[in-house]
């Protein structure tokens, strides 16, 4: 993500540059049968911990999964209800949809700590105005984007491009962006693997953002 864009809007979690050896991995879209629960089974296999932008339809879809997400120490954020674009769609609907995704949530989430806590906010496909996300701040969500993208849902691209746009473009506290996704899943499943066994190699910790 350019610095550029970055700076244009200060409010919002790009990484956390002073987290050294230390990076974020996060999965948006799911919780999707198959593509999650190996994300899991990868995760565990490596020791790494990581945060899922999950949409609220699928959480309603497949409460199993979510549900494993959280009893394995990951942390879960909002993704929206619907995975809307925030540029084609009215202010008060995309709120309401993004509160519809907390709702369904926190129908799982015991903690004292986090229920009914809006927390962290990702906008599908990066795409949100700067009036949506302004109301959203002011109701307690942080808009959470992020400096590395895998473009994993890029069919496009071969599997060993998706790892060098991680591989090359890791930093102290990089927000590293992966999809739990059936689009997703070719390159996924080839890059996942190889970035941890990478990190591992480097000394790179694996961290869920903390709420």
């Not at 190996?38 to 339809?57: P, R, S």
């Not at 993704?79 to 540029?87: K, P, Q």
């Not at 990702?122 to 895998?150: E, F, H, N």
């Amino acid at each position: 993500m350019p610095k550029l864009v970055q700076r244009m809007f200060p409010k919002r979690v790009w990484a956390f540059p002073n987290s050294p050896n230390t990076v974020f991995l996060t999965f948006d879209d799911g919780p999707i049968p198959g593509i999650t629960p190996w994300v899991l089974d990868t995760l565990k296999a490596h020791n790494a911990k990581a945060t899922f932008f999950c949409i609220g339809n699928n959480i309603r879809q497949h409460p199993d999964i979510f549900k494993r997400i959280i009893s394995e120490g990951h942390k879960v954020c909002n993704h929206s209800h619907n995975h809307l674009n925030g540029w084609k769609t009215d202010t008060a609907d995309y709120v309401d949809n993004v509160d519809k995704a907390t709702d369904e949530m926190n129908k799982f989430l015991n903690s004292p700590e986090v229920l009914n806590s809006p927390s962290y906010f990702r906008p599908p496909y990066g795409k949100i105005t700067q009036k949506q996300a302004s109301s959203l701040q002011k109701k307690g969500y942080t808009i959470c984007m992020w400096d590395v993208l895998s473009f994993d849902f890029d069919a496009s691209i071969s599997e060993e491009k998706c790892f060098r746009n991680v591989k090359e473009n890791i930093s102290n506290g990089s927000i590293i962006v992966f999809h739990d996704s059936l689009k997703a899943e070719k390159n996924l499943r080839y890059t996942l693997p190889k970035i941890l066994d990478n990190m591992n190699t480097n000394g790179w910790s694996c961290k869920a953002i903390e709420l």
